[in-house]
């Protein structure tokens, strides 16, 4: 494979390496949140520790889910799709 970052990003060998560095700074920036203070939150869930995080977690598992509904039930086309006549 290449070298250089991309190469090292590419390679499956560090998959575990970069599974880790990325829970790591998950939990970092999850955990940050608990010392922010938030006397001037608008609504009442921006005074929740980590509602952002969890937010667009879920946010980005429904949109993955419902693209492949969508993609299952009206992109898809039967394998034999352009053979038929």
Known sequence: MNGGFWGYLANPE???TLTIIFII???IVFA???LVHRH???FIWDKIPGWSA???FVSCVLLI???KFFGHAWLYKK??????D
Request: hydrophobic share 40%.
């Open 14 to 16: 560090n998959k575990r």
């Open 54 to 56: 969890v937010y667009g």
């Open 65 to 67: 889910v419902v693209a």
């Open 25 to 27: 700074i998950l939990v």
């Open 40 to 42: 001037h939150a608008v």
């Open 79 to 84: 394998e034999d799709y352009y053979d038929r």
């Open 32 to 34: 940050s949140d608990f």
